[in-house]
């Protein structure tokens, strides 16, 4: 244990603190030098970042698409969404929206029950006390098959898993699957990943007749999906893959069921508000690049130290020669 200036009087842990404090000056220095080119880094590219996005705004206003804007207005919105273009002729049009695209969709037929007799959850285990395990087929609308085997310690969960990643056998080339075993209503969910009436599989081939009852549930164990339909002034569009076409340079999307009408008009606020955006833009650029130009640097508060202070120097003219160094400089806590 010390206690600092017990025997001379002289506290001699200020001292040699005072010492490392001065030959610490030219670090510190450099430090605040550091500190203040990030500062300008930062200031630079917050500029670059605003002339970007006044940049983007000017090349809107160069096309000629930026001043004839058009706006939709959809009578039935539940139905159909439409999205107009540069290009859409203004009026009132009739969309029909006769089916949706749907994937290839499997559910369980009932509730499946765990080896307890309860509601089964996704951490239960697919095989029951007694049961070897057991392979199954699934098959997409292509002839891709892939074999997959359920062991003893497949979960609910797991098969789903390897449902969802199956591969064809022969080629491994994925079968575009998606599954998952849901613990509120303890059933299997499975669909194909694309949409359309020639997307459909097929889970076949269990060696086990119990397994399949409890997977399928009664369910049939072949699921198909459909093609969208939509009706557009009379013209009727099949076939869809998706749920979103263009028609008449007007972009649908088909939401449910339904008829609505839709019309077509010029949006004159479109091209305004465009040109009031790029003012706005430019006159906050000129005002920040103007605030930053002209901020005076205050040269007697540099920036603060690793020490958490900031160097505070006496100026020369009161420094005597005959001064300490230690005398002239000292930390200034914040």
Known sequence: MRISGLATGMDTDQMVKDLMTAERIPLDKLSQKKQTLEWQKESYRELNSMMSDMSSTASSMRLQSGYNAYKTVSSNPGAVSVTSTSASVPGS???????????????????IQNEAGTAAKGTDKVLQTGEADTTLQL???KGKTASITITATDTFKSLAEKIAG???????ETLGMRASFDDTTSRFFISSKAMGGDESFTLSGFSDVNVENRILGGAANTAQGTY?????????VDNLKTNSTTINNMKLDLVQKGTSTVSVQSD?????????SFV?????????????????????????????????????????????????CRVMQQ
Do not use: H
Request: aromatic share 8%.
């Open 139 to 141: 098959t997409n609308s």
């Open 93 to 111: 049009y009739t969309v029909t929206v006769n089916e949706l695209a749907q994937s290839a969709k499997f559910t369980s037929g009932q509730a």
């Open 228 to 236: 969208g339909s939509v009706t557009f002034d009379g013209i009727v």
């Open 268 to 276: 004159v606020e479109a091209p305004f508000d465009m040109i009031k």
């Open 166 to 172: 199956a591969v064809d056998d022969a080629t491994g």
């Open 280 to 328: 706005e833009k430019y006159n906050e650029f000129i005002d920040k690049a103007q605030g930053m130009l002209s901020e005076k640097r205050n040269r007697d508060f540099p920036p603060l130290t690793d020490a958490g202070g900031k160097i505070y120097q006496r100026k020369k003219s009161s420094c005597g020669k005959k001064k300490r160094r230690v005398e002239c």
